[in-house]
Each structure stands twice: as structure tokens, then as C-alpha cells.
């Protein structure tokens, strides 16, 4: 069965400064995709961003951007020029590729907390 | 376009009652998902639902089961509820099931007295 691991629970970060967030996982799979959710205090679950396993180009969105090591099954969150609307749960999260299978797992999360 | 939204967004129930909670999905999105999140167990996958076809279920008693109409709208019941039911439940959808993109409703908060 799959895993994700998210092995800081918490984090802090200075406004403007980055931060990176490490997320792992374990399957036996080659295809697959891997996401970063950001649930902020409202709860509304928001997609930071997404990466093909297939892909071997880095992800990037605005100042979001991922360290994707497939061998290493490492998926990290740089967020570059922190601003204070970051602030939230950040859950990593893994997603088969086989088309009948929409099950997503996610990690336990990583608490952002930013610094004015 | 609408975001997915749930009813209720809060509701409160006494333990052995059951509830049913309702998911709209965004227009033209075929595939629900509903998940349960506590603070012990982070999130959890309960089901996923496609065409009006429970296509995969998470490990959860048969207390907890869904259904998807022909318009896409998805409902959870949970049967006879346990103080451990107390939880945020959200529901995603997205396009079709080889999409790869899941859409979040802001969720339903769910406690159990």
C-alpha cells in the first residue's frame, strides 16, 4: 500500500524569507501523480500544486515550486518570498495514474506559520 | 463556475442518530470523492463515486456509505453515530476519473454528542 510521510509537523518561516517543506512516499508504482494541498484556517482545501511522476521537470507555480527525487521517493515545497496569505496546513498528498482509481492519500501535514 | 459546495455546513447529532450529508460538484464534474478528516487520523479516503458508481471505498465500517444521482450531486449517510464520527468531511470532484485535478468543497463539520 502507498504512504506519504510528512516528518515536520510544524514549520515557521520569516515573511519574505523560503522555506521548503519535505514530503516522502512509498509505492511500487512507476505512474503516479503527486500534489501540495494548502488548507488554510477556513478549511477550504486548495491545490498549491501537481507533478506527473513521468515528468522529469520540476513543477513550478508563481513562487511555489518542488523538488521531485523519484528514486529517492522525495517530493519537497519550496515557497519562495513568504507572505503572511501562506499561512496554513499544507498536506502532501499521492494519486495512482491506473485511470480507475481516484484515490488520493495524504500525508498527516506540515503547519505553516509565517512570521511578520 | 460554482466551486463544489456542501450542505450543512455544521451539523450536530447525539450518538445512534444517522445523518446525511450532500456534495455538489462543480458543473460538468463526473467523479466525487468524499474524505473524513480528524485531528487523530488526518485525512481519510471514505469513497469515490463516478457515473453514479461507488468506484473505489476507503476502510470504514458499513455504517458509512454513499450514493451519486444522475446529475452528478453525491450524498454520504453514516448509520448509528459514534462519538468518533466528530469529524470535517470533505468532498472533491473532478472532471472525469483519468483527470488528475480534485476540486475541494469547504467542507460539512460533523460532531457526535
Known amino acids: 500500500a502507498q504512504t506519504v510521510t510528512q516528518s515536520q509537523p510544524e514549520m515557521s518561516v520569516q515573511e519574505a524569507e523560503t522555506v521548503t517543506l519535505s514530503c516522502t512516499y512509498d509505492?511500487?508504482?512507476?505512474?503516479?501523480?503527486l500534489f501540495w494541498y494548502k488548507q488554510p484556517p477556513s478549511r477550504q482545501m486548495i491545490l498549491v500544486i501537481r507533478?506527473?511522476?513521468?515528468?522529469?521537470q520540476n513543477a513550478t507555480e508563481n513562487r511555489f515550486s518542488v523538488n521531485f527525487q523519484k528514486a529517492a521517493k522525495s517530493f519537497s515545497l519550496k515557497i519562495s518570498d513568504s507572505q503572511l496569505g501562506d499561512a496554513a496546513m499544507y498536506f502532501c498528498a499521492y494519486r495512482s495514474a491506473k485511470t480507475s482509481y481516484d484515490k488520493v492519500i495524504f500525508g498527516p501535514g506540515t503547519s505553516l506559520s509565517v512570521i511578520p | 463556475k460554482a466551486g463544489v459546495t456542501q450542505t450543512p455546513r455544521y451539523l450536530i447529532k447525539t450518538r445512534g442518530q444517522q445523518v446525511t450529508l450532500s456534495c455538489s460538484p462543480i458543473s460538468g464534474h463526473r467523479s466525487v470523492s468524499w474524505y473524513q478528516q480528524t485531528p487523530g487520523q488526518g485525512l481519510q479516503f471514505l469513497f469515490e463515486?463516478?457515473?453514479?458508481?461507488?468506484?473505489n471505498k476507503g476502510n470504514f465500517p458499513g455504517r458509512f456509505s454513499g450514493r451519486q444521482f444522475s446529475n452528478s450531486r453525491s450524498e454520504m449517510n453514516v448509520s448509528t453515530l459514534e462519538l468518533g464520527d466528530s469529524a470535517l468531511y470533505l468532498c472533491a470532484s473532478s472532471l472525469l476519473f483519468s483527470d488528475n485535478e480534485q476540486f475541494f468543497g469547504p467542507g460539512t463539520r460533523l460532531t457526535v454528542l
Open positions: 507533478q506527473e511522476a513521468y515528468k522529469q
Open positions: 463515486y463516478f457515473s453514479e458508481t461507488q468506484r
Open positions: 509505492t511500487s508504482e512507476s505512474d503516479y501523480y
